[in-house]
């Protein structure tokens, strides 16, 4: 049954337990047919009230800080990995106690840590983050690949052996790509890689897999886990985020005000596009708004804007079949991969809460946040 949002409060990010089953089935059987293994990368869905169901189907989790680690080895338990720019000496004892797979960024970094790793009193995994110097990404911001990028090791710096004590190698360049870009992608790492993939014991396709969407290959996937697998000798591992959490939840909101603003029907939500949903500004991208449709102009176009000062905080012009009245509510589509992890309290702006909408068709509150939490964040 679909989500009767009428149960569901506002502002709330509320997740659709049954959508994220199905998700995860889709990976299961990625892993069963391929081998792979698929950890969720932590930074892009961290909802840890779900670990219980994830973990049903995952092998663990990846962190990019500290504290996502902690949040990893406390809350969903099983591998922990890690991936960060930049390890820290004050915090690498305790990185060391999550995790047992590390990969670092740069030649620099092994040489600072190898010592403390490699006599570590637990078996730790460590790769390297490499740079393929190939990326299918069209704007700078999300190219990892870009001219001067401080992300993974280009070959000119590797050579003909992978450092001792190196198991790994790890790349990150895709992003809601398919199997196509994948593979173009990888023929080039072989290109280049190829002698360091001999020596490796794993290799870590990174993120960007968006498997779970409708119409990916995954049958190409698979066979591509297969082939390297078998022509390098090395363990294939996934760390998507996006793919885990893609379609599986709303933010609800309600309409505030409404008025006219030199022809434009200017509307107040109870949230903030700005604070709890960034991705729309800084991508840009325009979500979808269940009931309504993208075009902008009309008696019934609506501009939907937020709380928050920033005079840009609106998601764009929607139509909607009736006239919206104070007091309606505005559903947003797919809000739960990297929009809730992104959220801040900027303008001291009231947090939606969360909630996930159970396969026995109930809503249950996870959880509220309010002045404690804004506080904490504050000196
Ligand atoms: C190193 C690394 N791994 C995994 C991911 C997850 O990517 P996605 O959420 O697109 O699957 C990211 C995202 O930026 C990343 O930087």
Redesign the pocket.
């Known amino acids: 049954m679909p989500i009767d949002f009428t149960q569901v409060p506002s502002a709330c990010f509320v997740l659709e337990e049954a959508k994220l089953r199905r998700n995860l089935e889709i990976m299961q059987y990625v892993q069963q047919q391929s081998g792979a293994k698929i950890i969720l ?1 932590l ?2 869905f961290a909802m840890f009230s779900v670990f219980p169901l994830v973990r049903q189907y995952l092998h663990g989790t ?1 962190a ?1 800080s500290l504290n996502e680690a902690r949040l990893g080895y406390e809350e969903f338990g099983d591998e922990v990995h890690a ?1 960060c720019p930049a390890y820290f000496s004050d915090e690498f004892d305790e990185m060391m106690r999550y995790c047992n797979h590390l990969t670092f960024n740069s030649l620099n970094q092994w040489d600072k840590f190898k010592t403390q790793v490699l006599h570590h009193s637990k078996k730790i995994s460590c790769g390297l983050r490499v740079n393929p110097e190939y990326a299918e990404v069209d704007t700078d911001l999300y190219n990892p690949c870009a001219v001067g990028t401080r992300l993974g090791i280009s070959i000119d710096h590797l050579g003909n052996q992978l450092p001792e004590g190196i198991e790994g190698v790890h790349f ?1 360049t ?3 790509s398919d199997s196509h870009t994948l593979e173009r992608t990888l023929r080039v790492i072989e290109g280049r890689f190829g002698h360091l993939l001999r020596q490796a014991k794993w290799m870590n396709w ?4 968006l498997m779970t969407r409708e119409g990916y290959d995954l049958g190409h996937l698979i066979s591509l886990v297969k082939e390297f697998q078998e022509k390098y000798q090395v363990e294939i591992i996934m ?5 885990v959490a893609w379609e599986t939840g709303y933010l609800t909101s309600t309409v505030e005000d409404i008025f006219d603003s030199k022809g434009i029907n200017a509307v107040v939500l109870d949230i903030s596009i700005s604070t709890h949903m960034p991705d729309c500004i800084e991508m840009p991208y325009k979500p979808k708004v269940l009931g309504a449709t993208d075009t902008v102009s009309g008696q019934l176009a609506y501009r939907l804007g937020g709380l928050s000062c920033l005079a840009g905080d609106y998601v764009g012009d929607y139509s909607f079949e009736q006239p919206l009245e104070i007091g309606d509510k505005i559903v947003f589509n797919d809000m739960m ?2 929009t809730m992890v992104k959220t801040t309290f900027f303008n001291g702006v009231r947090h939606p809460s969360i909630g996930i909408w159970r396969e026995d068709d109930h809503f249950e509150l996870v959880t509220q946040l309010g002045y404690q939490a804004f506080k904490d964040k504050l000196s």
């Not at 990174?206 to 897999?209: A, S, Y």
């Open positions: 990368a930074k892009g990846t990019s991936y990150h895709l992003c809601e990174g993120g960007g897999h760390e998507p985020g996006s793919a991969h990297y």
